[in-house]
Structures are given as C-alpha cells and as structure tokens.
C-alpha cells in the first residue's frame, strides 16, 4: 500500500517538468507548488513582474512589426550611417534580425507561463529570465524612442501599413484571443469569487468585443468593387537598378530597360571644367575606388574634380564588395565582371540611352559649390547638353527642378514640368504642371484622385516592397520610382486586393467561429 501511494504521489509529470524547467529552472516536482483554488496564481513579487513580461512582449511585437515594415526604406537607413560612420555595414539586417530573436524569446517566456498557469502551477520567472525580460524591454522602448526622434515618416510608413495588412491583423488578433481564452476560462473557474471572476474575465470579454467590431472602422483603397481598380503604375528606375548593378552606371540603366522599366531616375552634378555627370553623393567615396586613385582626396566634393580625373575612376567595384541592399540575389559571373568595368556616368550619355529606347527621364539637379567656376551657369549648361548634345526627345524629360522653371520653360518648351511637392491645384496650373514628384509617405488616394481630375498624374519614390507598390496602385498613383523594377515588373494585380464583399465574408466568419471556438472552451 504504501509503494502504491509514493507511486501515485512521485508519478512522472514530463510535460508540466518541461514548462516549469525551462520556464524557473525547476525540473525537480518538489520544488514545484500547485494554485490552490481561490488562491493567486503566484507570489507578491512575481505578480508584479507578470505584467512586466506582458509589457515586453507587446512592446518587442510593436517593434518588430515597425522595423520589418519598414524595409522599403533599409538602403536609406544603411546610407544614413554611412555618412556618419564612414563604412558600409547592413545595420537594417541585424537589427531586423535581432528583434526577431528577442521577440522569438519573450514569446516562448509568455506561451511558458500560459501553459503553467492553465495546469493550475504557480508562476516563478528564474532570475535570468527576468534580466532578459528587462533587456528585451529596454532595447525594444528605446529603439522605438529612437525611430521616433531620428526617423520620424517612419511612423508614416506604419500608418500606410495598416491600410493593407489591417484585414489580416486583425484574424491575428482574433486568433490571439482564442488561444488565451484556455487559460483565462481555467482560472475564472478555478476563483471562489465573483468579484474575482468579473475581474478577469470583464478586461478579456472588453477586449474580444473591440476586437470584433473594429473593422467598421478600417479603410483599404485595396478593398474595393470589381473592375474599379486603375491601371498599373509606371515604374522609374531610381538610379537605375541598383539592386541589379552599381547605381547611375550604364550597366544600371541597361538593366532597367531590359526588365521592362518605363522611366530611369538619377542626380547630375558638374565636374570642374563643365562636364555634367551622374552622382548621388557629395563626395566620391562610396560608390567609386577614390581611395586607390587619389587616397588624399577622398573627402573632396565630387563636383571639384576635372572630368579627366573623374575618368579614371572605378564606379563598380564597390558594389560587388558592399552588396548594399538586404536579399540581393548572387550576380551571374557575366554581370559580376561587367560591374567590375562600370564608370562614371555623363548625362549626355544616359539622355542619348534613354532616347534611343523612349525612356522618360527624370533628375535631381546639384548645383556647384561656391568657389566652382560654373556655380552660376550650371543651367545653361545642363540645357545645352539636354537640348544640344544629347538631343534627346522634349516630352522624355520630366523637368523637377524649380529654382528657374520660368527660364526653362521659354528656352526649352514641351518639357514635362514635374513639381517635388503639394500645391493647390490653381497654382501647379498656373506654372503648366502636369505631375507631382513626391515622398511615398505623402501617399493619399484622395489627393491622387483631386489632382487627376486637373490631369496632374503621380509619381511616388522610393518604392521597393510588393505591398507599398501594391497600396500605390489601388490608390491610383501614375508612377512610381524604385529600385526594385525587376520585382515590381512581375506583379500581375495588388496584393491584398479584395472586393468589399469578400472582406465582409472574411471577417463574419472570423468573428462566428472565434466566437463559437471560445464560447466551446468557456463551457466545458
């Protein structure tokens, strides 16, 4: 009899050991304690660390989404600490990948804890878990606090997330409150009170009923009627395909046209004897090998060099070295030797290629620095190559700059004026624009629509992820520029696009069945 009973009283328990090891490092069954019913799930102490571990994981699940929805911008993010650290590193990647280890890990902490509470064991985090918790807290708050001071459309971009993933979210969510309807039913059995029981199940009912109504309140230009959608934005090459080939190259602009590009994007500055050439930065260092050519210049503005000098520069090499986009695919050993042999660029070279395949154009212009002899005729000379050199077809070239577009428009008339922000409508017609040239965080498909009824179209940049192409097309943007044509191109219709009455189905029936599923858990 008695063998019988220490049996029964020491049987093994794998699972429940598993739960309270990993999660207290108590893998022993003494050191474990069953709640008691009507009693707290744990002590003082670790009551008030719970909500703690809930804050971590909220917040970490806050960050994650942010960061990976911004993805569209880790090239520019990447660029941004190159300028002030002077070497290129993939720091989006790692902190992507980070924030999804530390997510991964107060995910598994908290699914511990639900586990142990629903088979009635006392909560006790191990001390080393609690440090982690406090590290994952920390990094998560302050990298948020830190998006929002140093990257402040960032949280733009969040927003326009939300109008195509909101549908699918929200099944998350709903999905969530399933799976913590288990523990929650288990504990409001197990309370000797009501007062108890309101207590916690009042905060999750609250919650499952906010959860079920607000898709009244969500908007998607992505759920709309059948045959409402427009056509397919045009895509601009940003300085080519610089996921494909060292930017404002020839071999970039070539890749753009062979995937089926509609425009090519670049920035124009002028060497120190008048040549206008393409380049993106101020100085030379990151995009050629100025540091083997002329390692004492390498801080010198791009625009004080002769075209001579300028010439025997490499402009490829460094793109095969730094790999600067995150998922860049491997080059073919053709395109990786063709990289190697890229140079320096002039615009009367890129205008003479995009005319012989009916590219339109479209340019940042950066005038000289002081003390450069063609500071003050930089225009006339850029209008000489485009009208004279290159001679490339007028209604080709989207002309951006507004310092002298009075002048540009006597001088070189059928050039398509494009302006680089908002205006009421009056004023854009009044200057003879006919598109808008803007930050893809100022996307709206009310304005889009307003400004296409007075035959302004839209053109986005910069532009590179599936779903931001996609909100731009339900939206009805003309254009857009990015750096990802070769992807783009491949879109046959937006993601996400849905009519309202498939939407209704999806979200009826996610209600009736989370709703039957919790009500099952709850009765039995």
């Not at 207590?199 to 999750?204: E, H, K, L, M, N």
């Not at 320096?344 to 212009?365: C, E, G, M, Q």
Request: some cysteine.
């Amino acid at each position: 009899v008695v063998r019988r009973r220490l049996l029964q009283r020491y049987e093994h328990q794998p699972f429940i050991s598993c739960l309270a090891g990993f999660y207290s490092c108590r893998w022993k069954r003494y050191q474990r304690e069953r709640t008691e019913p009507g009693k707290c799930c744990c002590s003082m102490r670790e009551c008030m660390f719970f909500p703690l571990l809930v804050a971590a994981f909220c917040f970490s699940l806050v960050f994650l989404y942010t960061w990976g929805e911004g993805k569209n911008d880790y090239n520019g993010f990447d660029w941004y600490n190159y300028g002030n650290l002077g070497f290129w590193f993939l720091w989006s990647l790692v902190i992507l990948i980070v924030a999804a280890v530390l997510f991964a890990y107060i995910s598994l902490l908290l699914v511990l804890a639900m586990c142990l509470l629903a088979e009635g064991q006392q909560l006790y985090l191990h001390w080393s878990h609690k440090i982690g918790t406090f590290l994952v807290l920390g990094f998560s708050i302050a990298s948020l606090f830190a998006l929002s001071i140093l990257w402040r459309d960032h949280r733009k971009t969040v927003r326009l997330s939300f109008q195509v993933t909101a549908p699918y979210l929200h099944i998350g969510a709903i999905a969530i409150m399933v799976l913590l309807a288990w523990p929650v039913a288990l504990h409001a059995i197990r309370a000797d009170k009501k007062v108890t029981q309101v207590i916690i199940v009042g905060p999750y009912l609250a919650i499952l009923l906010f959860l079920f109504l607000i898709p009244l309140g969500m908007y998607s230009p992505c759920i709309r009627e059948m045959g409402t959608l427009g056509p397919k934005p045009a895509l601009i090459g940003h300085r080519g395909a610089p996921m494909l080939a060292p930017e404002n190259t020839e071999m970039s602009f070539l890749k753009t046209i062979e995937h089926g590009g509609d425009g090519l994007e670049t920035d124009v500055t002028i060497s120190y004897d008048g040549v206008p050439f393409l380049m993106h930065d101020d100085t030379l260092r990151r995009t050629t090998n100025i540091q083997e050519i002329y390692p004492n210049d390498t801080g010198k503005a791009a625009s004080f060099f002769s075209w001579d000098a300028l010439q025997k520069l490499n402009a490829g090499t460094w793109f095969l070295k730094n790999k600067p986009f995150v998922g860049m695919g491997s080059l073919s050993k053709a395109d990786q030797n063709q990289a190697m042999n890229q140079s320096i660029y002039t615009l009367s070279s890129f205008l003479r290629l995009a005319d012989s395949h009916n590219k339109l154009v479209i340019f940042d212009l950066y005038r000289p620095p002081e003390k450069h002899p063609y500071r003050n005729l930089w225009i006339r000379k850029i209008l000489d190559v485009i009208l004279k050199e290159s001679k490339i077809k007028r209604h080709l070239v989207l002309w951006l700059h507004n310092g002298v577009r009075s002048f540009v428009q006597s001088v070189a008339p059928g050039f398509q004026h494009t302006m680089g922000r908002k205006a009421p409508i009056e004023d854009l017609l009044k200057h003879n624009i006919v598109k808008l040239n803007l930050v893809y965080t100022d996307m709206s498909s009310e304005d889009i629509r307003k400004y296409a009824e007075a035959n302004i179209t839209t053109n986005f940049y910069v532009v590179n992820e599936p779903w931001l192409y996609s909100l731009a097309w339900c939206s009805g943007a003309h254009s857009v520029t990015t750096n990802a044509v070769h992807l783009l191109k491949d879109l046959s219709q937006p993601l996400f696009l849905m009519t309202p009455q498939q939407y209704n189905i999806m979200w009826i029936l996610t209600d009736l069945t989370s709703a039957f599923l919790i009500s099952l858990i709850f009765a039995l």
